[in-house]
């Protein structure tokens, strides 16, 4: 797959290698593929989630909450974008912000107990 990038600059071909980058917990290498292929496609809504859940994961969380947001621009509206953004805002202490999302994330799929009990414990503080 890198070969493949690197070679065709192709978007399908960056995104997967991102993911696997990501599952290997290369998080560094995965943000700079994800970037790249969002310099290719702005609004690629995949690209947006998973550079932002690579952000999360390596504990940048204010540059995650730019990507989840960016990607909801784009018109990603699932429930992993709004838990990723709730939980970008929580990391950055945004309590409200959190709540607001995972409303959203409800909205979109209510059978979510985890997310329940999470937007409960926000809203009860």
């Known amino acids: 797959l890198d070969r ?16 696997v980058l990501l599952r290997l917990r290369q998080l560094d290498a995965a943000v700079d ?4 292929v ?9 690209a947006l989630v998973n550079l932002g859940g690579a952000l999360l994961q390596a504990k940048r969380s204010r540059e995650a909450v730019e990507a ?3 990607a909801l621009a784009a018109g990603a509206s699932g429930p992993l974008v709004w838990n990723g ?11 409200t912000g959190a709540a607001a ?3 959203e994330s409800l909205r979109a799929q ?6 329940q009990a999470m937007l409960r414990q926000l809203t009860t503080r």
Do not use: C, M
């Not at 690197?6 to 993911?19: H, N, P, Q, S």
């Open 38 to 46: 969002v310099a290719q496609s702005p609004t690629h809504q995949e």
């Open 110 to 115: 209510p059978d979510q107990p985890q997310v």
């Open 4 to 19: 493949i990038y690197r070679e065709t600059k192709a978007v399908d071909a960056g995104l997967k290698l991102g993911i």
């Open 85 to 95: 953004l709730a939980a970008a805002r929580l990391a950055n202490g945004d309590a």
């Open 68 to 70: 989840f947001e960016r």
């Open 33 to 36: 593929i994800f970037r790249a």
């Open 101 to 103: 999302a995972l409303r």
